[in-house]
């Protein structure tokens, strides 16, 4: 499978921003799926985890409640809304798929397939 991120940009803080992870060669929904970020000199971090079917979400702390994952997969979508971004938001964001039936993953090496980052800048 194939992963695009897109829907990064600049934004001001306390503003929102909604990324998309499109899938392409095969269907997502064998997939669960996570989205991950690294800032510029730090490393990779979890960010949230959607199960194949939607039914299971997890997030890290640093979220708050500020984030919201979900996914379509009859558009072979998945999507993270994020609201009230901060400036340490700013990051390449990444979106990943694994291959699993059930459950979600925080942890970057249980993942098979990545996208490219697609860039968030949040300004003070």
């Known amino acids: 499978v194939q992963l695009q991120a897109s829907g990064g940009g600049l934004v001001q803080a306390g503003g929102s921003l909604r990324l998309s992870c499109a899938a392409s060669g095969r269907a997502i929904s064998a997939y669960a799926m996570g989205w991950f970020r690294q800032a510029p000199g730090k490393e990779r971090e979890f960010v949230g985890a959607i199960s194949r079917l939607g039914s299971t979400t997890a997030y890290a702390d640093f979220v708050g409640g500020r984030f919201y994952i979900s996914r379509d997969n009859a558009k072979n979508t998945v999507y993270l809304q994020m609201n009230s971004l901060k400036p340490e938001d700013t990051a390449n964001y990444y979106c990943?798929?694994?291959?699993?039936?059930?459950?979600?993953?925080?942890?970057?090496?249980?993942?098979?397939?990545w996208g490219q980052g697609t860039l968030v800048t949040v300004s003070s």
């Open positions: 990943a798929a694994r291959t699993v039936r059930i459950g979600v993953s925080r942890r970057d090496v249980d993942y098979d397939y």
